[in-house]
């Protein structure tokens, strides 16, 4: 087997299908719509579990479309479904690698062929527009694809080890932990659901999946792929409900092994904090960013303008990698901003599901109200420069729309030049120079991306040896600091960005999920 991208979009623009890309997608949009309203079930060992307490998931884009309703479980949910992998633990261990890569792919080649509804479900549970909705369901597919590379590759990371003395026989064995917590975020509710637990899965672990309460429908879809692909019953399970209920449940639950989190800094520390109280157990986070962009005095300014309007802006700014600081050198800030400002200011918002429609809505009215405050913020304190209001005319009236905003002249040390917001604010800072920028850059707790725009080989080399950064681009047209593709830029943090220091889509990553055994045999 060789691995490759899925890359839907990018191959329809290179055999000129684009138009097929498009009827496909439109297609799916009324096709899914078909089931909305009905009512889901939490999913253990090989139950399907119903009840009365439910909660409603309506799009973010119009509330008025009641995409599902799903089970709020309980803590009892939470210890069932922990039992259940337990009890499916020593067997999906001792399964041979070679079969749990058949069913990974078998689970790839099901989201695929399934890829249109899926991206269609996408954009109405949390607002990604059809471009980015397809890529999601991509890169869900190729994590699967991926890892199961990765495991032939390395032979089920089973090696031979030399010898001390001639009758010895050792091998090193990377082998499971156990049961695995999987709980996943909003924004990518498909690839990141499915990095995680395919990653745990691979490996031979057991997995308990709690999705984001905002997105639960497309992460069944993914419970039901791997099921139909052939995972024993108890291997996956799949239970709805809140952070502060199921989630805390498992994170408190002495029989879960590992935990994988993906999601907010607090949250994931608070977490990390939990799960380690009483003795070492492995957890795997990504925990956001305050992504900084430098734009030089030699950068090409449209380069870095379409860069960084799509890294800021894409999917509203609710991504970890999303552009959040621009250090723009000041001999080169004015006619930077002002073809940023205009790219900005010719994006479409609306419904996601709509052709030309760039920036859908943010994902709740949490979303929304922390726009708001910190949008009125940005006016006090700053030159808001275009941007900074919610939009309420016609149709957006019904759904979380906001503006994409640019707030220049914020002192350094301000807030919205430190926490991770998760709307689409960005902040400009002119800067003299380029080690004035990089110490700037570097100049945050986080650490998870973060990009250069230059002419000048030196620095961009420089850039790559000193910033402090997980996963760093050069002149980068599709997103300043946003777009990682598995199995081409490994994604993951450092510093409060994450806990591992190995990538998501990288060939370490599903290290973190094993743990080494050493095997010695004499004759």
Known sequence: MEFSNERTWLSAVETGTQEEFHARYEAAVYKVREHFGETHAIHVGDR???????????????????????????????????????????????TDPTDRVRIMLRAADLLSNEKWELAALLSFENGKNRFEAVADVDEAIDFLRYYAQLVVNHGGYDVEMGRA?????????????????????????LAIATGMTAGALITGNTVVLKPASDTPYVALHLYEALREAGLPPGVLNYVTGSGGVVGASLIGNDDVAGLAFTGSRDVGLAAFRAFTATRPRPIVTEMGGKNAVIVTDNADLELAAEGVMRGAFGYGGQKCSATA?????????????????????????????????FLGPVINEAAYEKFRRFAA???????VLT??????????????????????????????????LFVPILSLLSVR??????????????GLCA????ADEWEMHEF????????????????????????????????????????????????????????????
């Open 464 to 523: 790559f040896d000193r910033v402090e950064a997980g996963v760093c681009y050069a002149n980068r047209r599709q997103g300043a600091t946003t777009g990682a593709i598995v199995g081409a830029q490994p994604f993951g943090g450092w510093k409060l960005s994450g806990t591992t220091g190995r990538g998501a889509g990288g060939p370490y990553y599903l290290e973190s999920f094993m743990r080494e055994q050493a095997r010695t045999h004499y004759v």
């Open 377 to 383: 913020l940005a006016k006090r304190s700053g030159k």
């Open 387 to 420: 941007g900074g209001n919610v939009r309420t005319e016609g149709i957006l009236r019904h759904g979380y729309y906001v503006e994409p905003t640019i707030v220049d002249r914020l002192p350094k040390d301000h807030r919205i030049q430190r926490e991770e």
């Open 48 to 94: 399907a579990i119903k009840g009365h307490g439910t909660f409603d998931n309506r799009s973010p884009s119009d509330l008025r479309i009641l995409v599902g309703r799903f089970l709020a479980g309980t803590r009892d949910h939470a210890k069932q479904a922990v039992a259940a992998a337990k009890a499916a633990f020593p067997s999906w261990s001792r």
């Open 433 to 446: 120079g380029f080690d004035e920028a990089l110490r700037l850059a570097n100049d945050s707790e986080y």
């Open 165 to 189: 003395v001639k009758n010895e026989r050792s091998r090193s064995v990377m082998r499971p932990y156990g049961v695995w917590a999987v709980i996943s975020p909003f924004n990518f509710p």
């Open 325 to 357: 600081r621009v250090l723009v050198d000041k001999a080169v800030q004015v006619p930077f901003t002002d073809a940023l400002v205009d790219k900005t200011d010719q994006l479409v918002l609306g419904p996601p599901w709509d052709r030309e429609v």
């Open 451 to 454: 990009g250069i725009y230059t």
